[in-house]
């Protein structure tokens, strides 16, 4: 599995939304061990400022097509909506350091954690979150 993270400083989780972030953390995870990380370049967004345009979140989609989880501290209404509808997760968390946030993730921490269900629509717990 691959975890997609956005950040702006590599350390990080960017507090704004996802697709806006100046680069994302691409972490593959294996039998619950972090086995890979790989940092890539959000191209679409300019140095300075992120600048939401049409069609921002299928590049940032095509950009990480290979992630099946994103993981931020925020995500557009919109942009969560396209995304979820791709078939990938998307978890928010109220923890910045990225280490911390995947460590916890792997260790099973519901706390600081809501999974967005695409049924209802909405984020939630991962306590509430229901398996297909």
Same mark, same amino acid.
């Given at each position: 599995?691959?975890?997609?993270i956005? $950040?702006?400083?590599?350390?990080?989780?960017?507090?704004?939304?996802?697709?806006?972030?100046?680069?994302?953390?691409?972490?593959?995870?294996?039998?619950?061990?972090?086995?890979a990380?790989?940092?890539?370049?959000? $191209?679409?967004?300019?140095?300075?400022?992120?600048?939401?345009?049409?069609?921002?979140?299928?590049?940032?989609?095509?950009?990480?097509?290979?992630?099946?989880?994103?993981?931020?501290?925020?995500?557009?209404?919109?942009?969560?909506?396209?995304?979820?509808?791709?078939?990938?997760?998307?978890?928010?968390?109220?923890?910045?350091?990225?280490?911390?946030?995947?460590?916890?993730?792997?260790?099973g921490?519901?706390?600081?954690?809501e999974?967005?269900?695409?049924?209802?629509?909405?984020?939630?717990p991962?306590?509430?979150?229901?398996?297909?």
């Amino acid at each position: 599995m691959k975890v997609a993270i956005g $950040t702006d400083d590599k350390r990080t989780i960017r507090k704004s939304h996802f697709y806006g972030s100046r680069y994302f953390l691409v972490i593959e995870i294996l039998n619950a061990q972090v086995v890979a990380k790989e940092l890539r370049n959000n $191209t679409y967004v300019e140095a300075e400022k992120a600048k939401e345009d049409q069609g921002q979140t299928e590049r940032v989609i095509n950009l990480l097509k290979d992630c099946s989880l994103f993981m931020a501290r925020s995500f557009g209404r919109r942009s969560v909506l396209e995304i979820s509808s791709c078939g990938i997760d998307c978890i928010t968390t109220d923890i910045e350091n990225i280490n911390q946030a995947i460590s916890s993730y792997l260790d099973g921490q519901v706390k600081g954690f809501e999974y967005f269900d695409r049924d209802a629509k909405a984020f939630m717990p991962c306590t509430q979150r229901a398996f297909k």
